[in-house]
């Protein structure tokens, strides 16, 4: 296996914001779609587009509340997306035909909490984060093309730590555990941008994935209480977000920026297929096996890197073919 995960010096840093990472790139003329571009990280990411120029349609299971929360930022529309529903996922590419897209940025997440499945039995986590976006992105594979140059982004997590993919149990039909069904959808988004990087970059199309930071204030965990957060050393006795983000604790803001840089840094103009933490490219951990997390056990304390698994090329190929068979 090629390492490719070796850390570019950026010059930016885990406290560096998408205003920083954007402030001498002009995005006037390119259009982009961030999936729940109107909450949490996929808010900030369509602010910073749109403020640098970009036109941004946000993709969204509830238009009226997405319209809402992006009233007044120009260039920005938003249009209905349910991850979970294969007709949603066709009626939303249709919908885009005739359009060049230069970014596509994946942003959209669920986290934890009891076991649900789809229409199709499939597990909801690996269905929303990775299948909904693995069927979204396969869709918009024209329009990619035509912008001449394009970029992919799966914000992933350091939660991929948390479970390699089940190759002979996706969903879960055996015991089930939410966090590990979370880092089996993490590691997939890893795996699905080394795949995409692979199969399209000689169309111009550049796969990426990145860690955004720890961020409590978004609403990806519903399933997380007050006491789970505080556990973790994630917010303060006042029930406030700690923000550190040597620790990697962020604002929403500074979360955003690593997948702003991944979808327009020329930093990463000749390479993709990597894995992004504190917008720089995050260094390998070869070895690194999946670990549990346990809640009650005190702060977490996160490494920096990618693990080995999630870049794995031969489990990025055999993950692309198993997302077709079910999607098929």
């Known amino acids: 296996m090629t390492n490719k995960q070796h850390p570019l010096g950026s010059g930016f840093t885990a406290a560096s914001t998408t205003y920083d990472v954007l402030a001498d790139i002009d995005l006037t003329g390119r259009n982009a779609i961030v999936t729940a571009g109107h909450v949490g990280l996929g808010l900030e990411t369509t602010r910073a ?91 918009l594979l024209p329009a990619l093309r035509a912008a001449d140059g394009a970029r992919v982004v799966e914000v992933s997590s350091w939660g991929h730590h948390l479970s390699d993919i089940r190759w002979d149990d996706p969903h879960f039909e055996a015991e089930y555990e939410g966090m590990t ?43 997380f209480t007050l006491e789970d957060w505080r556990a973790m050393g994630l917010v303060d006795d006042n029930d406030q977000p700690i923000i550190d983000p040597d620790r990697d604790m962020k604002t929403p803001q500074q979360g955003a920026a690593t997948q702003v840089f991944a979808a327009t840094s020329p930093l990463l103009a000749d390479i993709g297929g990597v894995y992004l933490v504190n917008s720089d490219i995050a260094p390998l951990e070869p070895d690194a096996g999946p670990v549990t997390v346990d809640i009650g056990s005190g702060p977490l304390v996160l490494t920096p890197g990618v693990t080995g698994y999630a870049v794995d090329p031969e489990s990025a190929e055999r993950l692309w073919e198993l997302s077709e068979k079910l999607l098929a």
Do not use: C, W
């Open 49 to 139: 587009l749109a403020h640098a120029g970009a036109n941004v349609v946000v993709a969204s299971r509830n238009p009226a509340s997405a319209a809402t929360a992006v009233a007044g930022i120009d260039r920005v529309r938003v249009e209905q997306l349910d991850l979970m529903d294969p007709a949603s996922i066709g009626r939303f590419v249709a919908g885009q035909e005739g359009t060049p897209l230069h970014i596509l940025i994946n942003n959209a997440g669920i986290m934890g909490g009891e076991l649900v499945r789809d229409a199709r039995g499939y597990e909801a986590q690996f269905a929303t984060n990775h299948l909904g976006h693995f069927q979204l992105t396969n869709g």
């Open 181 to 223: 069904a979370y880092g089996q959808s993490k590691t997939a988004n890893v795996l699905f941008s080394v795949e995409l990087d692979r199969r399209f970059s000689g169309d111009g199309i550049r796969g990426y994935s990145l860690h955004p930071g720890g961020i409590v204030t978004t609403n990806l965990g519903p399933s």
